[in-house]
């Protein structure tokens, strides 16, 4: 009966609901779940929290030595369109929840209507999905986009990249190769077209990893070589009597 805070999640289990599994907030984000006083107090008294909006969460998966079925366990993600990204692993025996991680990112969004009470260009759909970013790769990696930016966040809560979107999408972004080189790619629908973005191989990246394991080699013969040397420059024992 308790009285949630706004920006908060609830978790429930069973249609209709049996139990209720956790609370979490998943705006600013305070150790003991709560909203910390000071600067941050004062700055959401004064934000309109009419205008919060969330994606639809995503369960990460999550290897904890324990079989589950398929899409059942793993860390829940959430998005606000404030750009915030926060991560919950489950706590113990499936109850409770457990803060992992909260990154500011560009994906942001308003869905407010104008003055005149319109939707100005229309309504953007944010995304928050899982994906992979190659084709049969089991690790998955979280992808986030507002109406300007898209960032793609690894399970950690890093951010790999980040690129500007055309505009506003009234869509989910794709995530599909339609390059077949084994790559994900992606597709942004708008209200003025649709745009391909294709993920490329960095040959900077390429040539590094092949430098440092020339580099390697190299060091490998070196001790080797000097390995061998030593051993000959040794003077041999002189046997018998003088």
Avoid at 12 to 31: D, K, M, W, Y
Avoid at 224 to 242: D, E, F, M, W, Y
């Amino acid at each position: 009966m308790e009285v949630l805070q706004p920006c908060w999640a609830v978790a429930t289990s069973g249609v209709p609901v049996r139990e209720q599994l956790f609370n979490a907030s998943i705006c600013h984000h305070s150790p003991f779940n709560l909203f910390q006083h000071g600067d941050f107090g004062r700055n959401f008294g004064r934000t309109d929290v009419s205008s919060l909006e969330v994606a639809t969460p995503i369960l990460i998966p999550r290897s904890d030595g324990h079989r589950h079925r398929k899409g059942s366990h793993g860390d829940v993600v959430f998005l606000t369109n404030r750009g915030e990204v926060t991560s919950y692993s489950p706590g113990l025996h499936g109850h409770d929840a457990v803060w992992q991680w909260q990154i500011l990112t560009g994906a942001t969004w308003s869905n407010l209507p104008s003055p005149s009470g319109m939707m100005e260009g229309g309504m953007v759909v944010p995304t928050l999905k899982a994906f992979s970013l190659r084709a049969h790769d089991n690790q998955q990696m979280i992808l986030a986009a507002g109406d300007q930016e898209a960032a793609v966040i690894s399970p950690g809560g890093s951010v790999q990249t980040s690129f500007d979107l055309p505009a506003p999408p009234t869509h989910a972004l794709i995530c599909e190769d339609f390059t077949n080189d084994g790559l994900t790619d992606l597709i942004v629908v708008t209200s003025n077209g649709v745009y391909g973005f294709v993920q490329t191989r960095s040959p900077g990246a390429l040539f590094f990893s092949t430098l440092v394991g020339c580099l390697l080699i190299v060091m490998g013969v070196i001790f080797v070589t000097q390995h061998i040397n030593s051993i000959k420059g040794k003077p041999r024992a002189s046997s018998g009597l003088r």
